[in-house]
């Protein structure tokens, strides 16, 4: 099992820049695809970015099309983290960010708590 904390979620005005954080407390880090979705108010959660574990298969990072070229995803195995980097942030981007692990064995999901992104126009 593995329980997720996200971070770094806050107020910025469009065209801004914010960067969530996710620790993830558990063993075997690497085998969890780590991922970000998120939730805007009266609208289904919705995935953002996914950072596939390369332990066993050689996998790129995968974006949402109304994020590609804006935001950017990086893991890092050593600390249990994955971050999301989101440049040129847009009011559309204004929605609870929630840290995603699944199992690729068991394919079983973990979720964070969730941190709000306000974009302000």
């Known amino acids: 099992q593995v329980q ?15 960067r969530l954080s996710c ?3 558990g063993r075997a880090f690497s085998s969890y695809d780590m991922g970000w979705y998120r939730q805007a108010p009266g609208k289904e959660r919705e995935f953002v ?3 596939p574990t390369s332990s066993w298969s050689v996998r790129t990072p995968d974006y ?6 804006r935001f950017t995803i990086s893991r890092d195995n050593a600390k249990n983290t994955v ?5 040129s942030l847009k009011p559309e981007d204004t929605a609870i960010y929630y840290c995603n692990a699944r199992n690729i064995f068991s394919q079983i999901n973990y979720w964070g708590q969730g941190t ?5 126009s």
């Open 4 to 18: 997720l904390v996200e971070s770094g979620g806050g107020l910025v005005q469009a065209g801004g820049s914010l």
């Open 64 to 69: 949402a099309d109304s994020v590609k070229g």
């Open 23 to 25: 620790v993830a407390s």
């Open 49 to 51: 970015a996914t950072s």
């Open 116 to 120: 709000q992104v306000t974009v302000s």
């Open 83 to 87: 971050e999301l980097q989101m440049y």
